[in-house]
């Protein structure tokens, strides 16, 4: 898949990815630093989050009436000049917790039109029996980007200080802009003159009215909740399996979470190299299958210290596989079946739904772990996992959406 604007595509998602990972490490270490306070903390990853989620619903309708192009070199730049002035801010200490609330709102903001806006441009640039081994490779520069920038963002800060950290992602957005300025996206075709005199708000409403008249796209957004929501599930789970087996919970816990980012990585490169194109429906809810098989197989895991771990380990690296096979899948499908005309709607409701299912079920199941064993936990919501991927996959019945 040597295709130019698919390659110009990844390299600025590459460049800005790692640059927006030193950007979160570093601010969540300032922000605890000099106030003292987790809930500020909080207070500043939750800004980063929910614009974007709420906008999600809305944003769009603004993605598929107007260029494309525009809105992603547009809103990277932005990005670049909104952290940019931070760094100014920084420098001559003009820096406060207000305003860096105010920086996080911007950028979510950006988010909420730049991250729909990209599965969006894919299938513009890529022949349509590419697109599952377009997205494979999408989401291993994703994951990629997001190990190596976790890894070197900690040492970054160490060794230059919080400043230059907030430098080079500025220089990253730019970047990925300038490498996004040479992406070729073909033209829409052009709306009937009765459909451009309509605003906004009519094509928000031609999109949910789309979404909802269409039960096979329901289908596929409610796996993406549900997809999303065991991502949040895992989370819970991890720090109090790796708690109970053995003493040592934060040695457990990194493994843990090297196994879960290896698991997608590996599944990502593999899926790049031998696509699932075809095939992508029978990977979707077989992979959401397996997830709830895993978690009642783990239900029964039994031993010493050492085979827990091990067990766990195999587990949670399987889960990762698994996400990631459902995760492309679903991506895939949603750009092959849908309307293109309303690619940046249907993708724009699917990220917020996303990114609201993994905070409800971090809230959720921390509060179930309070009352009840893990061990039960993992068997009753693999049964539930289970019920609920056979279930949608008899409703999904349609080639065509």
């Known amino acids: 898949m040597m295709n130019r604007n698919f390659l110009f595509l990844l390299a600025g998602q590459f460049v800005s990815q790692i640059g927006d990972k030193f950007h979160i490490i570093a601010l969540s270490f300032w922000v605890l630093e000099t106030t003292g306070s987790s809930a500020k903390m909080g207070a500043v990853l939750a800004a980063s989050l929910i614009p974007s989620l709420i906008l999600g619903f809305f944003s769009g309708a603004f993605i598929d009436r107007y260029n494309r192009k525009i809105i992603i070199v547009g809103t990277d730049l932005l990005r670049g000049l909104i952290i940019g002035l931070f760094a100014v801010l920084f420098y001559f200490e003009m820096m406060d917790f207000y305003v860096i609330l105010v920086m996080q709102i911007l950028l979510s903001v950006n988010a909420a039109f730049f991250d729909p806006a990209i599965p969006s441009v894919i299938p513009q640039i890529v022949d349509e029996k590419d697109l599952a081994a377009a997205n494979s490779r999408h989401q291993f520069i994703n994951g990629f980007s997001f190990i190596a920038g976790a890894f070197s963002g900690g040492i970054f800060i160490s060794r230059f200080g919080y400043l230059w950290v907030f430098v080079v992602n500025s220089v990253s957005f ?112 077989g992979s959401v299958f397996l997830i709830g098989l895993l978690y009642v197989s783990a239900s029964f895991f039994q031993g010493n210290e050492t085979s827990l771990r091990i067990l766990f380990l195999a587990m949670i690296f399987l889960f990762g596989c698994c996400i990631m096979c459902a995760g492309i899948s679903f991506k895939t499908l949603l750009q092959k079946r849908i309307d293109n005309q309303f690619a940046g709607r249907v993708f724009a409701v699917a990220g917020s739904i996303g990114n609201a299912s993994i905070p409800c079920a971090m809230i959720t199941y921390g509060f179930l772990l309070e009352k009840y064993d893990f061990l039960r936990l993992l068997m009753i919501s693999g049964l539930v996992l289970m019920l609920l991927s056979i279930i949608s996959f008899v409703l999904y019945q349609g080639e065509k959406i």
């Open 174 to 285: 730019i970047l990925s802009a300038g490498f996004e300025c040479f992406i070729h996206i073909p033209r829409m075709p052009k709306n009937n003159h009765k459909e451009d005199q309509q605003g906004l708000l009519e094509d928000m409403k031609q999109g949910y009215h789309y979404i909802f008249s269409k039960s096979t796209l329901v289908v596929l957004l409610f796996m993406v909740m549900i997809i999303h929501f065991f991502v949040g599930s895992i989370e819970v789970f991890m720090p109090v399996i790796a708690n109970t087996i053995s003493e040592d919970g934060a040695r457990n816990l990194g493994f843990f979470q090297a196994a879960f980012g290896a698991g997608t990585i590996m599944m990502a490169v593999v899926l790049s190299i031998r696509s699932i194109s075809g095939k992508e429906k029978l990977t979707l809810f």
